[in-house]
């Protein structure tokens, strides 16, 4: 197979980041041998993926965090090359919502043995995004949590600071009147602080947001609560962050192919973590957009059954090194 490898060289952990040379030798233990190219910070991925696409190359292959991963994803949009992906994110939310694992091993394995089928993406003006997009608080406060990462590797001082302001932000951000429209018929008016339209379960920090939204239905998942307090928003979030879907009488929940929001004032928007100004927008689902490589149901058995096994070995030698007097 023509494959193309993309890495990240500063997504794995901190005491290696740069894990090039286990992932070559991981996808020539599966057979794979594949052209490596390197991320810049000027070139994020998705040149480096629309270029191999023109190539005529079969499968790219990403290995990095979520936010290089969207990035090829946008390179081969609407192309007959495959995104093959190993994460090496912090939180994987791409990789979580395809069910594709973690580990390095059965990551490539999924390469080699995998099914290539097609997935959804959403757009918004002309970026196209993975995960979601969020309108209102979240969109505000997204500023604050890249200064805050960038602080922490950097400046505590400037960390601890951005810690404020985006506390600040929060508590005096309120509620706003918007305006949604489905599929250029349903109209829905409402007061809030946020509104997200997911095409993944789970996005941000582990946030399952969404958990019934699926990646190939050609939908998209509209989740706000309706006039919330402070106090139910961050119990709706946390509980999120947990895998939890706290029941709220106000919390909803719509399915369509064409979201159009409206707001005065004007509220700001991000989509996938890439600010995009403000309101008005238009959300639409793009179906079938990007062929992904994915593990199919015997190797999702497969997998769960060696972390059960590895599980119970790793129970078992903490029991035996259990010493008594």
Same mark, same amino acid.
């Given at each position: 197979?023509?494959?193309?490898?993309?890495?990240?060289?500063?997504?794995?952990?901190?005491?290696?980041?740069?894990?090039?040379?286990?992932?070559?030798?991981?996808?020539?233990?599966?057979?794979?041998? !594949?052209?490596?190219?390197?991320?810049?910070?000027?070139?994020? @991925?998705?040149?480096?993926?629309?270029?191999?696409?023109?190539?005529?190359?079969?499968?790219?292959?990403?290995? @990095?965090?979520?936010?290089?991963?969207?990035?090829? !994803?946008?390179?081969?949009?609407?192309?007959?090359?495959?995104?093959?992906?190993?994460?090496?994110?912090?939180?994987?939310?791409?990789?979580?919502?395809?069910?594709?694992?973690?580990?390095?091993?059965?990551? $490539?394995?999924?390469? !080699?043995? @995998?099914?290539?089928?097609?997935?959804?993406?959403?757009?918004?003006?002309?970026?196209?995004?993975?995960?979601? $997009?969020?309108?209102?608080?979240?969109?505000?406060?997204?500023?604050?949590?890249?200064?805050?990462?960038?602080?922490?590797?950097?400046?505590?001082?400037?960390?601890?600071?951005?810690?404020?302001?985006?506390?600040?932000?929060?508590?005096?951000?309120?509620?706003?009147?918007?305006?949604?429209?489905?599929?250029?018929?349903?109209?829905?008016?409402?007061?809030?602080?946020?509104?997200?339209?997911?095409?993944?379960?789970?996005?941000?920090?582990?946030?399952?947001?969404?958990?019934?939204?699926?990646?190939?239905?050609?939908?998209?998942?509209?989740?706000?609560?309706?006039?919330?307090?402070?106090?139910?928003?961050?119990?709706?979030?946390?509980?999120?962050?947990?895998?939890?879907?706290?029941?709220?009488?106000?919390?909803?929940?719509?399915?369509?192919?064409?979201?159009?929001?409206?707001?005065?004032?004007?509220?700001?928007?991000?989509?996938?973590?890439?600010?995009?100004?403000?309101?008005?927008?238009?959300?639409?689902?793009?179906?079938?957009?990007?062929?992904?490589?994915?593990?199919?149901?015997?190797?999702?058995?497969?997998?769960?059954?060696?972390?059960?096994?590895?599980?119970?070995?790793?129970?078992?030698?903490?029991?035996?090194?259990?010493?008594?007097?």
């Amino acid at each position: 197979m023509n494959t193309r490898l993309i890495i990240n060289p500063t997504a794995g952990p901190a005491e290696k980041p740069d894990l090039s040379d286990d992932i070559a030798n991981a996808l020539q233990t599966q057979g794979l041998q !594949a052209e490596i190219c390197m991320t810049t910070p000027d070139e994020d @991925g998705e040149g480096l993926a629309a270029e191999a696409a023109k190539a005529g190359v079969e499968m790219v292959i990403v290995a @990095g965090g979520d936010g290089t991963i969207e990035a090829v !994803a946008r390179g081969l949009r609407h192309t007959k090359t495959a995104l093959g992906i190993i994460p090496l994110g912090t939180r994987n939310n791409i990789a979580a919502s395809l069910n594709i694992p973690t580990d390095l091993a059965q990551a $490539v394995q999924t390469l !080699a043995e @995998g099914e290539s089928s097609l997935f959804d993406l959403g757009k918004v003006g002309d970026f196209y995004f993975m995960e979601v $997009v969020g309108v209102g608080l979240e969109a505000t406060l997204f500023p604050c949590g890249d200064e805050v990462k960038e602080g922490i590797k950097k400046n505590y001082w400037n960390a601890f600071t951005n810690i404020f302001s985006g506390i600040k932000t929060f508590l005096q951000f309120k509620q706003h009147r918007l305006v949604l429209r489905f599929d250029n018929k349903k109209m829905r008016r409402l007061r809030t602080l946020q509104v997200n339209i997911c095409n993944s379960p789970r996005y941000g920090v582990n946030f399952a947001l969404a958990p019934e939204a699926k990646m190939n239905d050609g939908k998209l998942d509209v989740i706000y609560i309706d006039n919330p307090s402070k106090w139910d928003h961050l119990r709706h979030f946390f509980g999120a962050m947990r895998g939890e879907r706290l029941p709220h009488e106000r919390l909803n929940n719509y399915r369509a192919k064409k979201i159009e929001i409206r707001s005065h004032p004007p509220l700001e928007v991000h989509a996938d973590g890439e600010c995009l100004g403000t309101t008005p927008i238009t959300v639409e689902v793009v179906p079938a957009a990007l062929r992904i490589c994915v593990p199919t149901p015997e190797l999702i058995a497969k997998f769960v059954e060696e972390s059960n096994s590895n599980n119970l070995n790793q129970q078992s030698a903490t029991i035996e090194s259990v010493t008594f007097p």
